[in-house]
């Protein structure tokens, strides 16, 4: 079946505008994570989502970062006021179950100018 | 915490040979799992292979290998007879297995050139 998918590829944004970045996880799989991948900070979690539970946040760098996820699937990570520290990789993984293997996403590319 | 090390940032090998990647790692749990991800220019991560931390015997999936040692705490790769699509940045991470998250916490990488 189709693997997770991310959209867009790549985002150029400006300072202080806020961008979406969307997640499709694999079909089933109610384990999701959002990591960062960035020069200075190398491959860092985020966030991380299972089922209908709390999301567990406490790899979101500040209160400018938030994601939620709709229906158990879809995930949207949201980034308000972009910072030029926040260009990076932001790569989203699934797995079928808690503590399962992960499969990524092909990650989106975040310029912020 | 725990925290993952490679030292390595890059390393070249020739076509058909065997090359040895490290990674170490710091944890004072004695229940953990270790990977090693491969991440072609597509960005896309791929696991290459896992190991078990309560299992003694090295890891081995075709022509990629593990080095564990336990006490050390070092989890090498090994990977034979080097193919040109073999280069990649690779990764080395390690996952708790008393977390209820499970997410993973990675190495800094290492890009793996592969001569003709």
């Known amino acids: ?113 | 915490a725990q925290t993952v090390t490679q030292s390595q940032p890059e390393m070249s090998v020739q076509e058909a040979e065997t090359v040895t990647l490290s990674c170490t790692y710091d944890t004072s749990e004695s229940d953990y799992y270790l990977f090693w991800y491969k991440q072609p220019p597509s960005r896309q991560m791929i696991l290459v292979i896992r190991q078990e931390a309560y299992k003694q015997q090295n890891a081995t999936e075709n022509r990629f290998s593990v080095n564990f040692q336990k006490a050390a705490k070092s989890f090498s790769l090994k990977i034979s007879d080097s193919q040109l699509g073999d280069a990649a940045m690779y990764f080395c991470a390690y996952r708790s297995s008393s977390s209820n998250t499970g997410k993973l916490i990675f190495g800094q990488g290492t890009t793996l050139q592969v001569k003709p």
């Open chain 1, 1 to 113: 079946g189709a693997g997770v998918s991310q959209s867009p590829s790549n985002k150029v944004t400006e300072k202080g505008k806020d961008v979406e970045l969307r997640c499709d996880p694999i079909s089933g799989h109610t384990a999701l994570y959002w990591y960062r991948q960035s020069l200075g900070q190398g491959l860092e979690f985020l966030i991380y989502f299972q089922g209908n539970s709390a999301p567990d946040k406490s790899g979101l760098p500040s209160d400018r970062f938030s994601a939620e996820r709709t229906g158990g699937s879809v995930s949207t990570l949201t980034i308000q006021r972009t910072q030029q520290e926040d260009s990076a990789v932001y790569l989203c993984a699934s797995s079928s179950r808690e503590r399962g293997e992960q499969f990524f996403g092909p990650g989106t590319r975040l310029t912020v100018l």
